[in-house]
């Protein structure tokens, strides 16, 4: 399967400036590009997924992007944010669609996945973005999932992703 992966250089000139400008809400959004430490971290993150030997689907992919962006606190601030953003040109990168749903559909998604999570009701304007909000918060903090290891969650959004994700053949 042939992929399109995202690399640093897509990162600083997509992803931040997304960020940036669509993402600045109650906490300000970090210079990622100044953080050569963070850079570094990320870039071993988007070195790794490509890796099939670990993860050979993409729902695998995209749950090891996800999850290790958000856990792994990178940056000082704006982690959740760059999982999210990361995931979405991941999945529209490779022209992968999702199930259409509303928020309260998702709520009732992540819900079942993570019955003690207190869902955040966001105005970010697309149903599915706010799934990632929430989705994020689970990865990053292992609180917020008790009983569930990073790797457990990893496991479980695989899963979803699996059934919320319509991946081209020939991807």
């Not at 569930?148 to 496991?155: E, M, N, T, Y």
Request: with cysteine.
């Amino acid at each position: 399967m042939a992929f399109a992966y995202i690399s640093i250089g897509d990162c600083k000139a997509r992803c931040f400036p997304y960020i940036k400008e669509n993402l600045q809400y109650a906490e300000s959004v970090p210079s990622y590009e100044k953080d050569q430490d963070g850079i570094n971290a990320l870039e071993s993150i988007l070195e790794f997924v490509k890796n099939d030997n670990y993860y050979s689907t993409f729902a695998e992919k995209a749950a090891y992007l996800f999850c290790s962006v958000a856990n792994r606190h990178a940056f000082g601030n704006g982690n959740k944010r760059l999982s999210a953003t990361l995931l979405r040109y991941f999945l529209a990168d490779n022209h992968v669609k999702t199930i259409e749903a509303t928020a309260d559909q998702w709520k009732d998604v992540m819900q079942g996945l993570f019955p003690s999570y207190a869902w955040k009701s966001v105005d970010l304007g697309d149903a599915f973005y706010l799934l990632l909000y929430n989705l994020a918060f689970v990865a990053a903090d292992g609180q917020l999932r008790p009983g569930i290891s990073f790797d457990a969650c990893k496991g479980l959004l695989t899963a979803l992703f699996e059934k919320i994700f319509d991946v081209p053949k020939d991807c």
